[in-house]
């Protein structure tokens, strides 16, 4: 068996699967939207304009507008749909409109970005077009930083023992001399888990934090969540972490998930980004991960990937699998194009404020 049971709380989850873990080469050609910038970048203040609305709050049921760029696209056999992956989104959006095909296949063809418009609750987008000279300079001049980290294919055949055991796996925490790189227990952890989730934008207030986080709203933002949960477990509690990207960005493959939290509707990503820490148990150091958008506790990696491919939310035609994990540095902010092997960063948190401000309001499974 792929492994135990783990229940706490409301999280009861099996794994009756096995997968294999087959390490890949770093020597994969980069794609469009992840060649290397070498021009000075913009003021990062400049990208508040942007990221959905601003930073302004957003409204449910309501059509949201964004500059981005192209990671994919995967057209449908018969080529009256095009399913649409953004660097900037991780929600899989789907494209009916021949003529908004037209402009993201050219686009995506030139490295060029495009201003969409989409509902998220029903992943379509209801219009497309190329981004403005100003946008397009930012993305332009947009340091993109590889870093190896530790990427991995995700095949069929080793269990998920290999997949939690940090130092085995190589993802054991090395951070500076300022934070310390275990967490000693899990109840240690478990009370970190919680203070962060009490920031949920779900949640009355008043929030101990800036801004509150929104693990509410799962169909994006993970980028930014993931970010602010790391500055939190680092500033705060001064525990090392990274992060861990997964990725469904070969062949048909999703990212199926079940908002079993927030009404149980299905998601679909073509990746998600959490933070990674290191917990010391009796059998040696295990790597965990905090999602409070879809559990009440950190929970082993195995599971938080396992959780991503739930049978119940696979479209039609695709495959419920995680293709890729790439293991992150902190600073890895979101990827900057579909091969998951090179990130955007946000050191200044311009980003994470702003997308944080966005979702505020928003639920999913409304």
């Not at 000075?40 to 959905?52: D, G, Q, S, Y």
């Not at 409204?59 to 749909?81: H, K, P, Y």
């Not at 995506?108 to 077009?129: E, G, L, M, R």
Request: hydrophobic share 40%; net charge negative; with cysteine.
């Amino acid at each position: 068996m792929f492994m135990k049971e783990i229940m706490r709380k409301n999280i009861f989850v099996k794994f009756p699967a096995i997968c294999v873990i087959a390490i890949v080469g770093l020597a994969a050609a980069l794609n469009a939207c992840n060649k290397s910038k070498t021009a000075a970048p913009l003021n990062e203040a400049t990208n508040e304009t942007l990221r959905k609305a601003s930073g302004t709050p957003l409204l449910q049921n309501t059509e949201i507008t964004s500059v981005v760029t192209i990671a994919n696209l995967r057209t449908s056999a018969d080529g009256s749909t095009t399913k649409v992956m953004f660097c900037q989104n991780e929600q899989i959006l789907n494209v009916a409109n021949s003529a908004d095909i037209n402009t993201l296949k050219d686009a995506f063809a030139k490295n060029h970005a495009v201003q969409i418009t989409f509902d998220p609750w029903h992943a379509a987008v209801s219009h497309v077009a190329l981004a403005s000279a100003e946008d397009q300079a930012y993305f332009n001049n947009k340091e993109v930083v590889g870093n190896a980290g530790t990427a991995m294919r995700i095949e069929a055949t080793t269990s998920a023992e290999a997949i939690d055991h940090a130092a085995d796996m190589g993802v054991l925490n090395l951070t500076t001399d300022t934070l310390t790189n275990v967490i000693p227990d899990f109840n240690t952890a478990q009370l970190m888990f919680d203070y962060i989730a009490h920031q949920c934008c779900q949640l009355a207030g008043p929030y101990a934090i800036d801004h509150c986080i929104s693990f509410q709203y799962c169909e994006d933002g993970c980028y930014a969540r993931a970010h602010k949960m790391c500055m939190i477990i680092n500033s705060k509690y001064h525990y090392g972490t990274q992060k861990v990207f997964s990725f469904a960005n070969a062949g048909i493959d999703e990212l199926c998930v079940k908002a079993e939290k927030w009404n149980g509707c299905c998601i679909n990503w073509w990746y998600h980004v959490a933070p990674l820490v290191t917990i010391k148990t009796a059998t040696g150091p295990r790597a965990y991960v905090f999602a409070p958008a879809m559990f009440d506790q950190p929970v082993l990696l195995s599971t938080w990937l396992h959780a991503q491919t739930n049978p119940a939310c696979v479209p039609s035609g695709d495959v419920p699998h995680v293709s890729m994990i790439n293991i992150q540095p902190t600073a890895s902010y979101s990827p900057s194009g579909g091969s998951g092997y090179s990130f955007d960063t946000d050191p200044l948190y311009v980003n994470t404020n702003s997308t944080l401000v966005s979702y505020r309001h928003l639920v999913s499974c409304p």
